[in-house]
């Protein structure tokens, strides 16, 4: 029987403060760490979390809300909503990354002062040449009058290649602008873990971290090549198991790779492994996944794709799954291609499947687009591939089938 995001939320927060039965202690469960896919609800899950933990803070998003003695803090879709484009339309030459007016990031740039760790974390995850600037507080014309701007309310980039002059204010990818967001919060992460360190609250350098008791970190891998993916995985689990206080995190993610990173890097540390699945009829299932071995993503989606085409309800997110495994394993196997996978009897025949799945598959700029039932004969077509793709095969095998 399926549950509410509201109870899967009574869940994770029950794991985590559940006495056992003998000793009467609290679990030393400090990790949970959960797998979805895209659109399942995760985001709405933090949020859920967050009003059952701290009711009183869910009323305001997080530009509102006030930090001394918070008991949650997260980074999600929402943290994204504070940052938003200025891009200079009439003159077309400054664009600046503006940020909305929110108690978050005045706490950490402003009352926390975290603009160089920023900058560094930044850096380190992009390029060592490409250079956020937090702007100082200063007043702008307005057709005769002035405005304030507030210090720390924008954010300009400039690129310094070798000797030349360097390239100011220019707008940097969507990724990138992911990428600066997640270090604003990874910079304050940083911060209280080094804080919170400190056993006596009385010695802390600050008390506004005091009453802190969970962390959510929703994907904070969106747009990261496989590199700097590992990269921000691996340092995110450092940064856990450094952490001596009561501390609590939940992770959610919708990639294989940073999932598998984490449990690997997590593997001393007491933690739990879920994957969150959407039923039918609206409900949810959290699962636990055994800690003895990271998430094996590909036998996972192949078991979907085959539970599918038996209830006959493929539809095009389906391709996706297919070419998930089929790119991830030919990585693992060495091809150059992950279509070099695909099963070729006549002459022509590989390469006109390797088309077929990558239109079909190709992201659409319109969600509802992803769910279109696919016709019969792409339905032929994938629950062929699936079959005769000699990689699939050898999945099947070694899973036991």
């Not at 896919?37 to 009183?56: I, M, Q, Y």
């Not at 077309?92 to 503006?98: F, V």
């Not at 952490?243 to 933690?271: C, G, M, Q, R, W």
């Amino acid at each position: 029987m399926g549950k509410s995001l509201t109870e899967i939320a009574q869940q994770l927060k029950e794991a985590v403060h559940k006495t056992k039965a003998v000793t009467e202690k609290v679990s030393d469960v400090k990790v949970q760490l959960i797998y979805a896919f895209n659109g399942t609800g995760k985001t709405r899950l933090s949020r859920e979390f967050r009003l059952l933990v701290a009711p009183k803070d869910i009323e305001s998003e997080p530009g509102e809300q006030k930090y001394s003695g918070v008991k949650v803090i997260y980074y999600n879709a929402f943290t994204e909503d504070l940052f938003y484009w200025d891009n200079d339309l009439d003159f077309d030459t400054e664009p600046k990354l503006k940020i909305q007016p929110n108690s978050f990031t005045k706490w950490i740039l402003v009352e926390q002062g975290q603009d160089q760790n920023i900058i560094s974390n930044f850096q380190y995850y992009t390029d060592d040449k490409l250079t956020p600037s937090f702007n100082e507080e200063h007043f702008k014309d307005n057709n005769g009058k002035k405005i304030q701007i507030d210090a720390f309310s924008e954010v300009t980039f400039s690129f310094k290649r070798g000797n030349d002059e360097p390239s100011h204010n220019i707008k940097i990818s969507k990724g990138e602008e992911s990428n600066f967001i997640w270090c604003v919060f990874y910079s304050l992460l940083e911060q209280v873990i080094e804080v919170l360190n400190v056993a006596e609250p009385t010695d802390r350098e600050t008390d506004q971290f005091d009453q802190l008791e969970y962390v959510l970190i929703d994907d904070p891998v969106s747009s990261l090549d496989e590199n700097h993916l590992m990269n921000l995985a691996v340092d995110v689990a450092k940064l856990i198991k450094s952490s001596k206080s009561d501390l609590k995190f939940i992770i959610t993610t919708h990639n294989p790779l940073f999932y598998n990173v984490l449990h690997n890097e997590l593997k001393k540390a007491e933690f739990k492994k879920y994957i969150l699945n959407k039923l039918d009829n609206g409900d949810y299932e959290l699962l636990p996944q055994s800690n003895d071995s990271p998430f094996s993503y590909h036998l996972y989606l192949k078991a979907e794709l085959e539970k599918a085409i038996e209830a006959g309800q493929l539809s095009k997110y389906h391709f996706n799954f297919l070419r998930n495994i089929l790119e991830k394993t030919s990585t693992y196997f060495g091809y150059e291609n992950w279509g070099d996978l695909l099963p070729e009897k006549t002459v022509g025949e590989r390469n006109a499947y390797l088309k077929r799945i990558i239109n079909i598959s190709s992201h659409s700029k319109h969600s509802n687009e992803e769910v279109t039932e696919l016709s019969t004969n792409d339905k032929r077509v994938l629950k062929y591939l699936l079959e005769n793709t000699e990689i699939l095969k050898f999945f099947k095998k070694t899973n036991g089938e």
